[in-house]
């Protein structure tokens, strides 16, 4: 049975003359808009507000929320976005009035147990990166890429030494290259050996007294750490360049290895991946980064300082590279990596990263007879596999599996990324997964790769949208609705 409520758009619900409250008449005279305004800023028609009955506003939208995905509802396997669960606990405290009621113009003075917080968490960040200077200003992991980057150049233009170059490995995040670009660098690709690791031949012909930086997410996008991280850094280091950590991974090694420790000097945390808050649907989200001392004074300003038992604002470093966003940053998801970090506590983050590792480890054994794992049999806290040989065998693409799967009541997990693999399948469980689920998921695959192909093309099945047009959705996106004629 079709549930119109939710496949019809609210304006298409709307009848002339529908209402949600009923107000008394108007007793006072209302003046004519023309009197109150300069008439070309007065509109010639009411607004196309659309007209329902409180009962059918409480529905649709009600409809609408069950048609999503999420992870208080389903599985959500999507390698690279980490979507751990959200400890309802967090949710509220962080909603407290201390917190969410301030106003971002407050003075300083009259919100100290908020800068305690960020301070403390300051603190935090940089003993699990083992990197001292931290500005809690970016709004995003690619935010905190971009302004990283900018703290890399002002360190070079310090110091006089015009490099153009960055380098990013070729199984880096899009948003890599993109912020190097943005900073105003040229970008090279060091290449990855067949075992995913980087190509460390590949790297010294690129590397010289050009290269300002390396990007590198270690563990990898592929789910691997890269034992030479060593010898890279040290490479980079003999070449004056610096190392930039993408902390996205950093899920796989809370308390078990540190940038700082294995040669970073920069580095973002993506506080809405490995700490707990929530994302999806474009934020918010949270990027602070992490520098090491030398870069400290070209950081974004202001950062919160202790004296004392006072916590105030720092600001006036001449070398600073300014304000990279409003206020203190986004402050509702850095008051839930405090909780999330401060309720775990250190054997605890470490005990998050040993189970993540393990989940994933025990899906990947689960499924590789039927799903190929090209870079190993063992992972950290997500996997790549490639639906190559399925996709010839039996003609199902990744896209068919990530489709069909929606079926079986999980969500899809990530496809075509990163783009090194062929017919990429990337799977990252997270830690707060049970066996159970893991089980019910492998299954779920192996149903698919049992059944007759064409379920899987015409999947999903189950849910309101099947097979969009991906092509022109993100070419030609209709974002707006337009009424027709006799619509209203
Ligand atoms: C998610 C991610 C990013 C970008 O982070 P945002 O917070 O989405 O801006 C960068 N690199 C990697 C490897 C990621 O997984």
Redesign the pocket.
Known sequence: MRNTQATQLIFELSRPGRRATVLPPLDLPVPAASELLPAEQCATEPPQIPELAEGDVVRHFVNLSTLNMSVDTHFYPLG???MKYNPKRNERLASLPGFAAIHPLQSAESIPGLLQVLYELQEMLAEISGLPGVSLQPA??????LTALMVAAAYFRDRDEPRRVVLTADS??G??PASAAMVGYQTRTVKSRSDGLVDIEDLKAKLDGNVAVFML?NPY?LGLFDSQIREITSLVHQAGGLIYL?G??MNAILGIARPGDFGADLM?Y?P??TFSGP?GGGGP?A?PICVRDFLAPYLPQPIVVREGDEYRLQTGSPTSIGRVRSFFGNVGVLVRAYLYIRTYGGPGLKRVSEDAVLGANYLLSRVKHILDVPHGDRCMHEFVASAAKLKKRQGLSAMDLAKRILDFGFHAPTVYFPLVVDEAVMVEPTETESKETLDAFAEALFRITDEAADLAHNAPHTTRISRPDDVTASRRPVVRWVPEKGDH
């Open positions: 690279s976005c980490t995003a992991g690619a935010h905190g890429e880096a995040h948003t890599n997410t996008t993408d996205a991974n973002h993506n809405h991946k994302h989200g990027g």
